[in-house]
C-alpha cells in the first residue's frame, strides 16, 4: 500500500534475533511502512530456510519494525529505473523469492506467530494469514489491494483467503480490494486475535512462552496434516494421521508426556 515516492536513506533490512529457542525476525523498514525490496524477501528466504533445519529452534515470531507490520512488496522502488524486465522474469523469479517466503511460513515444522500493527497489506497481509497464530492491533489494517492497482491477486491469497474465511468474504478482498479491520478479521478466522495496543506485547510473550514448552515435532506433524488433509478424504487423512502418530510415539516429548500424566504433573517437553 506504499504510495510514496520520496526516496530514503534508511538501508532495508530483515533483522534476525536469537531469544533462547525463539527465532524473531523484525521487517525493519519504518520509513517505508515496511513494504519488502527485493533484498529483504531474499533475507526473510535465507533466514526461514535456515530455521527449518534448526533442531534448536521451538517458535518463529515474524513482527515489523515502527507503526505497521507490511506493506507489501515495494513495487515503487522495484520498478523506478524504468527498464523494462525481460519476458518471463515474474514466472522465472518469484517463486524463488516472494511465493518461497509464504511457503516456508506455511509448511514449517515450527510455529510461526505474527505480531501485526498498521498496515497489514499485499504480500504482508499474505505473509499475516500463512502464519499459525497472528495477534493484531485493534487499529490494524488488513488489505489486499491488487485489483485496485490493475493487477491480479499474487503471493498465495487466493488459495489462503478462501480456505480461512470463505470465497465470499475472499472475493470482498480480493477482487473489491475491501480493507478488513483487526476485530472483523478475528470474528472471521482470519487471525488469531485482535487485541489492545497495551496489551498486545505481552499476549504474543505469552504465546510464544506456550509454544516453545509444546512438544515441537508433534506439533509440526499435526500441522503438516492439518494442511495436507485439507484436500483428501476421512480415510486418507486418517492414513496420513498414523504415520505422524508412528514417528511422534518414538520421541522423547511423548515419553515424557505420558510419564507426566502417571505423575499427574506439567508435562517438560524438550521439543526432542
Known amino acids: 500500500m506504499n504510495n510514496d515516492n520520496a526516496p530514503t536513506t534508511e538501508e532495508p533490512t530483515v533483522r534476525s534475533h536469537r531469544d533462547g529457542a525463539v527465532l524473531r525476525l523484525t521487517i525493519d523498514r519504518p520509513g517505508r511502512r515496511n513494504a519488502l525490496s527485493h533484498a529483504m524477501i531474499d533475507e526473510l528466504v ?40 525481460r519476458t518471463g522474469d515474474l514466472v522465472r523469479r518469484i517463486p524463488h523469492t516472494a511465493h518461497r517466503v509464504i511457503e516456508l511460513v506455511h509448511t514449517l515444522h515450527l510455529p510461526v506467530v505474527c505480531t501485526v500493527r498498521g498496515w497489514a497489506a499485499g504480500m504482508g497481509c499474505n505473509l499475516a494469514i500463512a502464519a499459525d497464530f497472528t495477534l493484531a492491533d485493534t487499529d490494524a489494517v488488513f488489505w489486499e489491494p491488487f485489483l485496485p492497482r490493475g493487477f491480479s491477486p499474487d503471493t498465495g491469497s487466493t488459495w489462503l483467503l478462501p480456505r480461512l474465511v470463505g470465497v465470499t468474504r475472499a472475493k470482498r478482498m480480493l477482487l473489491l480490494g475491501e480493507k478488513v479491520s483487526a476485530a472483523d478479521a478475528e470474528d472471521w478466522g482470519l487471525i488469531y486475535r485482535a487485541t489492545a495496543t497495551g496489551e498486545l506485547d505481552a499476549q504474543t ?21 492439518i494442511h495436507r488433509n485439507q484436500h483428501t478424504g476421512l480415510a486418507d487423512a486418517m492414513d496420513h494421521e498414523l504415520y505422524g502418530l508412528e514417528l511422534a510415539c518414538r520421541t522423547g516429548d511423548f515419553k515424557e508426556g505420558l510419564a507426566a500424566f502417571r505423575e499427574r504433573r506439567p508435562a517438560e517437553f524438550r521439543g526432542r
Open 205 to 225: 510473550d505469552e504465546l510464544i512462552a506456550r509454544l516453545a514448552a509444546a512438544p515441537t515435532i508433534a506439533f509440526g506433524l499435526a500441522k503438516q496434516a
Open 46 to 85: 535465507g533466514a526461514l530456510t535456515a530455521a527449518a533445519t534448526d533442531d534448536t529452534l521451538r517458535v518463529v515470531h515474524l513482527t515489523g519494525a515502527g507503526a505497521d507490520f507490511c506493506s507489501g512488496v515495494d513495487w515503487v522502488s522495484t520498478n523506478a529505473d524504468g527498464e523494462r524486465p
